[in-house]
């Protein structure tokens, strides 16, 4: 990296001495200094000698390469520089305080300013002093400039149009053959492996030889989607983290084979999250695409894929990475090693990335062509290399730039960490563009960018010039941004499902590193210069105030950026960090506090941050901002999303004339202050009150925001007495808004005048989203369901109670998903829900809601007919989910000929289940829930409805059957025999299926039975052939399990078996002959019980245990052998005799413990990391292990104290709740890697024990 920083001078050197020059020839910084008592003579000397020093910055850019008096010059000078944007930044905030103060005391036409006001007389003062060091500072680098031999260079790169990114990805040059034969090891018949269904395909390469677009070509290929089931891409990066990686396996998972309606994939516990991925992956044939791999450890590979190895023979995995032993620990298959490109290759990616074009039209050019193909020699066989050159030769097409860059002396740099064809690429951007992309450098390798929130970073930090052209800032940010995807040097995200992400290849990633040079970094690389002006960190759960010690040397930082870590969901941070440490950064442009969920208020001292742009307080607890924020003249950001507490802003947010974009999403805000209407400049305003008539703000208000993006919603609009202010809210003309949500506070008793107000707010045709809440009309206007909303994909229309029609909707081309609820007069559905006029309806070419995939119609009382369309064309041809719950009226047909009807969830729809006569489309289904509804009527018709759907839907994999109170047996026929999943809660009476028809069930992997089954006993496990996943929670009469004697039908699928909530039980069987049982889990209020000589499966990885009455033999269990168990919890309610006193009874391999009334044998537990003892005691000196990271103490009534030293240098939390006669703890002991201490019901706890760790 020591060479690749040779050329870090220019990163943010010249695009600041541009901006500093271009700012002093202002007029409106012209108009300031003519009224103020500042210096103009050294002001203008200022300016010359910038102006001296910018002339020459392009010739010692190239220089420094070859000279290091050039190159320390520059570092010199780059940092001076930056302090003298600093400066006039003071100046600019102090011409802004001028504003203010004339506009608040209505002096708008003077022109005139007050500058003079006397509490600022100093500042004058201080701001020449100021200057005049700065001029004595900066004087000495012009003059020196003669003696380093620089000289005027005219400018090397021409400015050019932005554009797209142009080039077709999934076009890969000289990787066919390599694609090929990926794809024939995964298509294969032959086994991946001896051992399991699982194969594994490693791609070994070096950094930027294609591996993950290789991945991405067979991913995508039509063969890989005819014979998986389905796909999961993740990128897994340099931090390994289990926990991560399994969590994004299992949501992509859970996305691609389920609605999804429970969100399973957002535990942080790992065994869960396993089950999980187990049961939704098994029997399926996937494959999975693990990116970027690093981690060589075997044990965290296998803890990784050992839930995959159930699924069909088949399923693959392929893994990119740069290390040999990784592939040698992953593979399967033999290793597949990616060799460079020839150089021909190399010469046909960068002349299409150059020219843009499929043929090469360099060949038209036989110079072009020449110098082109030598240049492509030099990309060292690498496509990331060819690309970024492309990307840097497309703004040049002429063969003296061309040959300039083939000459360059970058060439000759050391080709260690960052290839010199990299460096190129960065060398010969626009100086405006060089600061963005270095800016990127604070972000972590592989970290997901938004596109929208770096370009709010990219205009705090002043990045954007603005100044030409008559666009928007943002317009401008987003330019640069397209300008750098185009060059390759950010790329798009392959994960679809997630929106559009983007990120920095990782040796894009280290260019950017490279360049920022000591201006950018992330604290994790330490070492940090004291002129640090850009820092972000990795979010811990707890931010404790050592981790910021550091941070009191940084001076200058102008970006406080916390990066949020995937592993956790809530972060708290040291007080002291906000109401001590921040308030010193007087040159922070950009803060963020998001996510710390303990931050509940701000100092005073927010105010003093001057030249904040900047601040975002998401999801904090934060209840109201400081008066002071609004002396933040400069803030164009304020992002309080999801502030749950926040309930009001401060009464001047008018003095935020900066402000450009307010995001209040997820706040109780209860009215908006009256001055928000001055702020002319929001381009996002996310949430709009409409006051009360002559007390709070008017809808009308909402002309002067032309400009609204994004999402925007607006409440309270019963306050709206006046249609007319409606329209002049000009709603129909703020084409950027994607998402709008039309809310009424209450029902008005005045349909017409609603209506006429809705009819007002016609949004613009370009809306994606649309949701209408609490209307009052009984009608809607006809612009709802008009065809020219093509781009509308969503729409949601609820609690409209006095509504008796629903708008022609099957007009819109795009919808996908519709939901109506609470809709409480509607009676019929019928011609006018698909199309406007009947002719139009039987016209050939009209099909209705030709796009609509999820429609959803719940807490509809009255509503008795849905007539079905009758025209030429079948409605709902993509329908795929259909949800219709709380519609008791409800009889007749469902509509019919669904040819994609994948989901259907029935509840409270009593009428419906009375025999309707079509439903042909059942064949087809795949997930069924069917529900009793809130009423809670005995409904006699679900039982034959029931029936008729399971006979029909030979499909079924899921079946769900919800709290019917009627329901007594199964049909007589059983169950598809394709069923995979049967989920059975809240059906007391029901009868389950006679066990000797268990063995027909050769697909179901996954049964639980909840709160139903009264007269259910026992349980034989070897029952069903597949059984990997049983449940059986709360079933009155049951009480054992079994297995058949015969060693033929013994259970070998069962992989997680939990009883709960259940009073007396015994088990019947020895465990271990449950050979691969991975998680045991009984829950009993009274006597559990094992048959004798119990001995427990040798796979298991948790055991959980939770009883009351005679004490278990435990010493018996042979827990010691069990090398995979992690996880281990033995509860008693009431207390435990000491049973497990010795060494040799617990595995080494537990990370978790959770027991009562033992303290003794833990120390060897060299894994152990959370324990958590109840009814303890006394704890023993020395007793705990030294890997311990949290420490919890519940329900020990007789613990007194703690002993010294007692508690591990390792540990992060301390928890003590429900200790009564706990005196004192070990304070001046406790480590100090302690993080979190709380304690709960403790009163003899002193109150200098209940401290927030502000270390």
Same mark, same amino acid.
């Given at each position: 990296?020591?060479?690749?920083?040779?050329?870090?001078?220019?990163?943010?050197?010249?695009?600041?001495?541009?901006?500093?020059? =271009?700012?002093?020839?202002?007029?409106?910084?012209? &108009?300031?200094?003519?009224?103020?008592?500042?210096?103009?003579?050294?002001?203008?000397?200022?300016?010359?000698?910038?102006?001296?020093?910018?002339?020459?910055?392009?010739?010692?850019?190239?220089?420094?390469?070859?000279?290091?008096?050039?190159?320390?010059?520059?570092?010199?000078?780059?940092?001076?520089?930056?302090?003298?944007?600093?400066?006039?930044?003071?100046?600019?905030?102090?011409?802004?305080?001028?504003?203010?103060?004339?506009?608040?005391?209505?002096?708008?036409?003077?022109?005139?300013?007050?500058?003079?006001?006397?509490?600022?007389?100093?500042?004058?003062?201080?701001?020449?002093?100021?200057?005049?060091?700065?001029?004595?500072?900066?004087? !000495?680098?012009?003059?020196?400039?003669?003696?380093?031999?620089?000289?005027?260079?005219?400018?090397?790169?021409?400015?050019? !149009?932005?554009?797209?990114?142009?080039?077709?990805?999934?076009?890969?040059?000289?990787?066919?053959?390599?694609?090929?034969? $990926?794809?024939?090891?995964?298509?294969?018949?032959?086994?991946?492996?001896?051992?399991?269904?699982?194969?594994?395909?490693?791609?070994?390469?070096?950094?930027?030889?294609?591996?993950?677009?290789?991945?991405?070509?067979?991913?995508?290929?039509?063969?890989? #989607?005819?014979?998986?089931?389905?796909?999961?891409?993740?990128?897994?990066?340099?931090?390994?983290?289990?926990?991560?990686?399994?969590?994004?396996?299992?949501?992509?998972?859970?996305?691609?084979?389920?609605?999804?309606?429970?969100?399973?994939?957002?535990?942080?516990?790992?065994?869960?999250?396993?089950?999980?991925?187990?049961?939704?992956?098994?029997?399926?044939?996937?494959?999975?695409?693990?990116?970027?791999?690093?981690?060589?450890?075997?044990?965290?590979?296998?803890?990784?894929?050992?839930?995959? $190895?159930?699924?069909?023979?088949?399923?693959?995995?392929?893994?990119?990475?740069?290390?040999?032993?990784?592939?040698?620990?992953?593979?399967?298959?033999?290793?597949?090693?990616?060799?460079?490109?020839?150089?021909?290759?190399?010469?046909?990616?960068?002349?299409?990335?150059?020219?843009?074009?499929?043929?090469?039209?360099?060949?038209?050019?036989?110079?072009?062509?020449?110098?082109?193909? @030598?240049?492509?020699?030099?990309?060292?066989?690498?496509?990331?290399?060819?690309?970024?050159?492309?990307?840097?030769?497309?703004?040049?097409?002429?063969?003296?730039?061309?040959?300039?860059?083939?000459?360059?002396?970058?060439?000759?740099?050391?080709?260690?960490?960052?290839?010199?064809?990299?460096?190129?690429?960065?060398?010969?951007?626009?100086?405006?563009?060089?600061?963005?992309?270095?800016?990127?450098?604070?972000?972590?390798?592989?970290? !997901?960018? &938004?596109?929208?929130?770096?370009?709010?970073?990219?205009?705090?930090?002043?990045?954007?010039?603005?100044?030409?052209?008559?666009?928007?800032?943002?317009?401008?940010?987003?330019?640069?941004?397209?300008?750098?995807?185009?060059?390759?040097?950010?790329?798009?995200?392959?994960?679809?499902?997630?929106?559009?992400?983007?990120?920095?290849?990782?040796?894009?990633?280290?260019?950017?590193?490279?360049? *920022?040079?000591?201006?950018?970094?992330?604290?994790?690389?330490?070492?940090?210069?004291?002129?640090?002006?850009?820092?972000?960190?990795?979010?811990?759960?707890?931010?404790?105030?050592?981790?910021?010690?550091?941070?009191?040397?940084?001076?200058?930082?102008?970006?406080?950026?916390?990066?949020?870590?995937?592993?956790?969901?809530?972060?708290?941070?040291?007080?002291?960090?906000?109401?001590?440490?921040?308030?010193?950064?007087?040159?922070?442009?950009?803060?963020?506090?998001?996510?710390?969920?303990?931050?509940?208020?701000?100092?005073?001292?927010?105010?003093?941050?001057?030249?904040?742009?900047?601040?975002?307080?998401?999801?904090? @607890?934060? @209840?109201?901002?400081?008066?002071?924020?609004?002396?933040?003249?400069?803030?164009?950001?304020?992002?309080?999303?999801?502030?749950?507490?926040?309930?009001?802003?401060?009464?001047?947010?008018?003095?935020?004339?900066?402000?450009?974009?307010?995001?209040?999403?997820?706040?109780?805000?209860?009215?908006?202050?009256?001055?928000?209407?001055?702020?002319?400049?929001?381009?996002?305003?996310?949430?709009?009150?409409?006051?009360?008539?002559?007390?709070?703000?008017?809808?009308?208000?909402?002309?002067?925001?032309?400009?609204?993006?994004?999402?925007?919603?607006?409440?309270?609009?019963?306050?709206?007495?006046?249609?007319?202010?409606?329209?002049?809210?000009?709603?129909?003309?703020? #084409?950027?808004?994607?998402?709008?949500?039309?809310?009424?506070?209450?029902? *008005? #008793?005045?349909?017409?005048?609603?209506?006429?107000?809705?009819?007002?707010?016609?949004?613009?045709?370009?809306?994606?989203?649309?949701?209408?809440?609490?209307?009052?009309?009984?009608?809607?206007?006809?612009?709802?369901?008009?065809?020219?909303?093509?781009?509308?994909?969503?729409?949601?229309?609820?609690?409209?109670?006095?509504?008796?029609?629903?708008?022609?909707?099957?007009?819109?081309?795009?919808? @996908?998903?519709?939901?109506?609820?609470?809709?409480?007069?509607?009676?019929?559905?019928?011609?006018?829900?698909?199309?406007?006029? =009947?002719?139009?309806?039987?016209?050939?070419?009209?099909?209705?809601?030709?796009?609509?995939?999820?429609?959803?119609?719940?807490?509809?009382?009255?509503?008795?007919?849905?007539?079905?369309?009758?025209?030429?064309?079948?409605?709902?041809?993509?329908?795929?989910?259909?949800?219709?719950?709380?519609?008791?009226?409800?009889?007749?047909?469902?509509?019919?000929?669904?040819?994609?009807?994948?989901?259907?969830?029935?509840?409270?729809?009593?009428?419906?289940? =009375?025999?309707?006569?079509?439903?042909?489309?059942?064949?087809?289904?795949?997930?069924?829930?069917?529900?009793?509804?809130?009423?809670?009527?005995?409904?006699?018709?679900?039982?034959?409805?029931?029936?008729?759907?399971?006979?029909?839907?030979?499909?079924?994999?899921?079946?769900?059957?919800?709290?019917?109170?009627?329901?007594?047996?199964?049909?007589?026929?059983?169950?598809?025999?394709?069923?995979?999943?049967?989920?059975?809660?809240?059906?007391?009476?029901?009868?389950?299926?006679?066990?000797?028809?268990?063995?027909?069930?050769?697909?179901?992997?996954?049964?639980?039975?909840?709160?139903?089954?009264?007269?259910?006993?026992?349980? +034989?496990?070897?029952?069903?052939?597949?059984?990997?996943?049983?449940?059986? &929670?709360?079933?009155?009469?049951?009480?054992?399990?079994?297995?058949?004697?015969?060693?033929?039908?013994?259970?070998?699928?069962?992989?997680?078996?939990?009883?709960?909530?259940?009073?007396?039980?015994?088990?019947?069987?020895?465990?271990?002959?449950?050979?691969?049982?991975?998680?045991?889990?009984?829950?009993?209020?009274?006597?559990?019980?094992?048959?004798?000589?119990?001995?427990?499966?040798?796979?298991?990885?948790?055991?959980?245990?939770?009883?009351?009455?005679?004490?278990?033999?435990?010493?018996?269990?042979?827990?010691? &052998?069990?090398?995979?168990?992690?996880?281990?919890?033995?509860?008693?309610?009431?207390?435990?005799?000491?049973?497990?006193?010795?060494?040799?009874?617990? +595995? $080494?391999?537990?990370?978790?413990?959770?027991?009562?009334?033992?303290?003794?044998?833990?120390?060897?537990?060299? *894994?152990?990391?959370?324990?958590?003892?109840?009814?303890?005691?006394?704890?023993?000196?020395?007793?705990? !292990?030294?890997?311990?990271?949290?420490?919890?103490?519940?329900?020990?009534?007789?613990?007194?104290?703690?002993?010294?030293?007692?508690?591990?240098?390792?540990?992060?939390?301390?928890?003590?709740?429900?200790?009564?006669?706990?005196?004192?703890?070990? =304070?001046?002991?406790?480590?100090?890697?302690?993080?979190?201490?709380?304690?709960?019901?403790?009163?003899?706890?002193?109150?200098?024990?209940?401290?927030?760790?502000?270390?």
């Amino acid at each position: 990296m020591a060479a690749a920083a040779t050329v870090i001078g220019d990163a943010f050197l010249s695009a600041t001495v541009q901006t500093l020059v =271009e700012k002093l020839a202002s007029t409106e910084f012209l &108009d300031y200094i003519r009224n103020t008592k500042l210096n103009v003579t050294l002001l203008r000397k200022f300016q010359t000698i910038l102006l001296t020093l910018q002339a020459v910055l392009d010739d010692a850019e190239e220089k420094q390469i070859s000279t290091p008096a050039v190159k320390n010059w520059l570092d010199d000078l780059k940092h001076v520089v930056l302090d003298a944007e600093d400066l006039i930044n003071q100046i600019s905030y102090d011409s802004l305080r001028c504003k203010m103060e004339n506009r608040q005391v209505g002096n708008r036409t003077n022109k005139v300013w007050n500058f003079l006001s006397s509490p600022f007389k100093n500042f004058y003062r201080d701001i020449n002093s100021q200057f005049k060091v700065m001029c004595e500072t900066l004087e !000495p680098f012009a003059q020196h400039k003669d003696t380093l031999g620089l000289q005027t260079k005219s400018a090397r790169v021409s400015r050019r !149009p932005p554009s797209s990114s142009g080039v077709n990805e999934s076009v890969m040059v000289g990787r066919n053959d390599d694609k090929d034969t $990926i794809i024939k090891m995964l298509v294969s018949d032959c086994d991946a492996s001896k051992n399991n269904n699982l194969g594994v395909v490693a791609i070994l390469g070096m950094g930027g030889i294609g591996k993950t677009t290789l991945a991405q070509l067979v991913y995508n290929d039509e063969k890989i #989607e005819k014979h998986f089931d389905f796909k999961v891409w993740v990128c897994v990066s340099e931090d390994f983290d289990v926990v991560r990686v399994t969590k994004s396996l299992l949501e992509s998972v859970v996305r691609n084979t389920t609605s999804a309606a429970s969100k399973v994939w957002e535990s942080d516990n790992l065994d869960i999250l396993r089950v999980e991925l187990k049961k939704n992956s098994r029997e399926k044939r996937f494959l999975f695409v693990l990116d970027d791999l690093w981690n060589d450890n075997y044990n965290d590979w296998d803890e990784l894929v050992s839930p995959l $190895i159930d699924g069909k023979p088949g399923s693959s995995v392929i893994i990119t990475t740069r290390q040999q032993k990784v592939a040698e620990m992953a593979k399967t298959f033999p290793i597949y090693k990616l060799d460079p490109l020839s150089d021909e290759d190399c010469w046909s990616i960068l002349s299409k990335h150059a020219l843009g074009s499929d043929e090469c039209d360099a060949s038209k050019n036989t110079a072009l062509e020449e110098i082109g193909r @030598k240049i492509a020699r030099k990309c060292g066989g690498l496509p990331i290399a060819a690309k970024t050159l492309g990307g840097l030769l497309r703004s040049r097409v002429d063969t003296m730039a061309w040959t300039d860059i083939l000459n360059s002396n970058v060439w000759n740099l050391p080709n260690d960490n960052i290839m010199p064809a990299l460096h190129l690429s960065y060398q010969y951007l626009p100086s405006h563009l060089k600061r963005c992309f270095a800016y990127c450098s604070i972000f972590p390798k592989d970290y !997901p960018l &938004d596109r929208k929130t770096l370009i709010l970073l990219w205009m705090a930090e002043g990045f954007l010039d603005y100044s030409h052209g008559g666009k928007l800032v943002e317009e401008v940010g987003d330019d640069c941004f397209a300008e750098l995807l185009s060059r390759s040097l950010i790329q798009q995200s392959n994960d679809g499902a997630r929106g559009k992400l983007f990120y920095m290849h990782d040796l894009i990633n280290d260019l950017a590193t490279s360049v *920022s040079g000591k201006i950018c970094c992330r604290s994790e690389f330490g070492d940090i210069h004291e002129n640090i002006r850009h820092l972000s960190y990795i979010q811990e759960e707890y931010d404790i105030f050592v981790k910021f010690r550091p941070f009191y040397n940084y001076k200058c930082l102008r970006s406080f950026l916390p990066i949020t870590s995937k592993g956790w969901s809530l972060h708290f941070l040291s007080v002291k960090v906000v109401d001590d440490l921040l308030p010193l950064f007087k040159r922070l442009r950009v803060l963020s506090l998001s996510k710390y969920t303990n931050i509940t208020k701000l100092p005073d001292s927010i105010g003093n941050l001057v030249q904040l742009r900047y601040l975002d307080l998401s999801y904090t @607890k934060i @209840k109201c901002l400081p008066d002071t924020v609004c002396n933040l003249y400069n803030l164009q950001t304020l992002i309080l999303l999801c502030c749950y507490n926040l309930t009001e802003l401060p009464v001047h947010m008018g003095n935020l004339i900066s402000l450009r974009h307010l995001d209040i999403s997820g706040t109780y805000l209860k009215e908006l202050p009256m001055e928000i209407g001055g702020l002319e400049n929001l381009q996002t305003l996310t949430v709009f009150l409409v006051g009360k008539r002559h007390e709070g703000l008017s809808i009308k208000e909402l002309e002067k925001f032309p400009n609204l993006q994004g999402k925007f919603t607006i409440k309270n609009l019963h306050n709206v007495v006046d249609a007319k202010e409606a329209e002049e809210a000009n709603l129909k003309n703020k #084409e950027k808004i994607e998402k709008l949500e039309l809310t009424w506070g209450k029902q *008005s #008793e005045d349909s017409l005048q609603v209506k006429v107000v809705l009819e007002m707010l016609q949004p613009p045709i370009s809306l994606k989203k649309l949701k209408i809440n609490l209307y009052g009309g009984t009608s809607f206007p006809n612009w709802l369901g008009n065809s020219s909303f093509s781009n509308m994909v969503s729409l949601e229309i609820c609690n409209c109670k006095y509504c008796m029609t629903l708008p022609s909707l099957g007009q819109l081309p795009s919808l @996908k998903k519709l939901s109506i609820s609470n809709l409480l007069l509607l009676e019929t559905i019928g011609p006018e829900f698909y199309c406007v006029e =009947e002719g139009e309806c039987s016209n050939s070419t009209f099909q209705p809601f030709p796009s609509l995939e999820y429609m959803e119609f719940d807490s509809m009382p009255n509503w008795k007919d849905w007539i079905s369309f009758e025209g030429i064309n079948l409605a709902f041809p993509k329908l795929r989910t259909m949800q219709l719950s709380n519609c008791p009226e409800l009889r007749g047909d469902l509509p019919s000929h669904l040819s994609c009807m994948e989901e259907i969830e029935i509840g409270g729809c009593y009428k419906i289940l =009375e025999t309707p006569r079509t439903l042909n489309w059942l064949s087809t289904i795949k997930r069924v829930i069917v529900r009793e509804g809130a009423q809670h009527a005995a409904a006699e018709s679900y039982p034959m409805f029931i029936s008729k759907m399971i006979t029909s839907s030979i499909c079924l994999t899921h079946f769900e059957l919800c709290c019917i109170r009627s329901l007594t047996a199964f049909p007589t026929n059983g169950l598809p025999t394709s069923l995979q999943s049967l989920v059975i809660y809240e059906c007391r009476k029901l009868s389950f299926m006679p066990f000797e028809t268990f063995q027909n069930y050769t697909s179901l992997v996954s049964l639980a039975i909840r709160h139903s089954c009264d007269s259910l006993t026992s349980f +034989p496990l070897d029952g069903f052939p597949a059984l990997q996943t049983l449940s059986i &929670d709360d079933c009155r009469s049951m009480n054992s399990i079994y297995i058949s004697e015969s060693p033929s039908r013994r259970q070998s699928t069962l992989q997680s078996l939990a009883i709960r909530s259940i009073e007396t039980f015994k088990v019947n069987l020895g465990l271990d002959t449950l050979t691969n049982l991975e998680h045991l889990y009984f829950r009993c209020s009274g006597e559990l019980s094992f048959c004798e000589g119990v001995c427990l499966p040798s796979k298991l990885q948790s055991i959980e245990i939770s009883f009351k009455g005679t004490n278990l033999h435990v010493k018996e269990w042979g827990l010691q &052998d069990l090398t995979a168990l992690s996880r281990l919890t033995i509860q008693k309610w009431g207390e435990m005799e000491n049973t497990l006193t010795m060494e040799s009874l617990l +595995p $080494i391999s537990l990370v978790f413990l959770s027991v009562s009334n033992m303290s003794f044998g833990l120390r060897h537990l060299s *894994s152990l990391q959370h324990l958590r003892f109840n009814h303890l005691k006394s704890l023993p000196e020395n007793c705990l !292990p030294s890997s311990l990271k949290s420490l919890e103490f519940s329900n020990c009534q007789h613990l007194k104290s703690l002993p010294e030293n007692c508690l591990p240098s390792s540990l992060n939390s301390l928890e003590l709740e429900f200790c009564e006669h706990l005196e004192s703890l070990p =304070e001046d002991s406790l480590p100090a890697s302690l993080k979190k201490l709380t304690i709960t019901k403790c009163p003899l706890l002193e109150e200098s024990s209940r401290r927030d760790l502000n270390r």
